[in-house]
């Protein structure tokens, strides 16, 4: 299995109450990826990096922004968390674009 | 703009069968395709990835099809075992974008 790791696995907080989820790798991988996955939606894609310091919007970027800083480490952050984004979020990592996507064990969020 | 879809949603199989899990795109310029395999609260393991330029790929009992022309991927497993109950997801990969179907919840009957 690819090297990555999600922190927490299980996170219950209050509406706006701010959240960051980490995704940690030792692949030393290029590109990394933050998705959701809710019933009926199937898995959506959120915010995305290409290099430290390189992110870019996803599909349902709205409500979260993403930090890279080193390469090993991408952050999401709920600045005002809402019921919406009660979900299940996935981290994924690539070598390259368009290259094979590697998923973590996942973090389930509940915001009451 | 680009659609995955997979149908059935869900499939029931007898132990042993072979059987075919289909996916579909709408958009034909893809780059690669990925199917993935998810067990229940757990995290998407990669099975097979079909670059655009090759038809098929094969794992093990596993075998994976792609043609592009008409929008189509087939992921074939054969002689099919209990420990196979799993979702299975396709993806497509296009630029920087890649869109998933829902995927099909497959349950082998022991």
């Known amino acids: 299995d690819a090297g990555i790791t999600q922190s927490p696995r299980h996170k219950v907080t209050e509406t706006g109450t701010p959240v960051t989820l980490r995704c940690h790798q030792t692949?030393?991988?290029?590109?990394m990826y933050w998705y959701r996955q809710d019933p009926g939606h199937g898995l959506r894609l959120i915010h995305y990096?290409?290099?430290?310091?390189?992110?870019d919007k996803g599909e349902v970027s709205d409500g979260y922004s993403v930090s890279r800083s080193k390469t090993e480490d991408f952050l999401l952050t709920l600045e005002s968390a809402t019921s919406s984004q009660t979900s299940v979020y996935f981290c994924?990592?690539?070598?390259?674009?368009?290259?094979?996507?590697?998923f973590g064990p996942g973090t389930r969020l509940t915001v009451t | 703009k680009q659609e995955v879809t997979q149908i059935p949603a869900a499939l029931s199989v007898p132990e042993g069968e072979n059987l075919v899990l289909n996916c579909s795109f709408t958009d034909s310029a893809i780059y690669n395709l990925q199917w993935f395999r998810q067990d229940p609260g757990k995290g998407l393991t990669s099975l097979l990835l079909?670059?655009?330029?090759?038809r098929e790929q094969t794992s093990g009992r596993l075998n994976a099809s792609l043609d592009k022309s008409s929008g189509r991927s087939t992921l074939y497993i054969a002689a099919s075992q209990p420990g196979d109950s799993a979702t299975y997801l396709c993806a497509v990969y296009r630029d920087d974008k890649i869109i998933f179907g829902k995927g099909t919840r497959l349950h082998i009957l022991p």
């Open positions: 079909i670059q655009s330029s090759q």
């Open positions: 990096s290409y290099g430290v310091k390189d992110t």
């Open positions: 692949e030393n991988h290029r590109y």
């Open positions: 994924a990592i690539s070598e390259s674009q368009n290259y094979e996507q590697y």
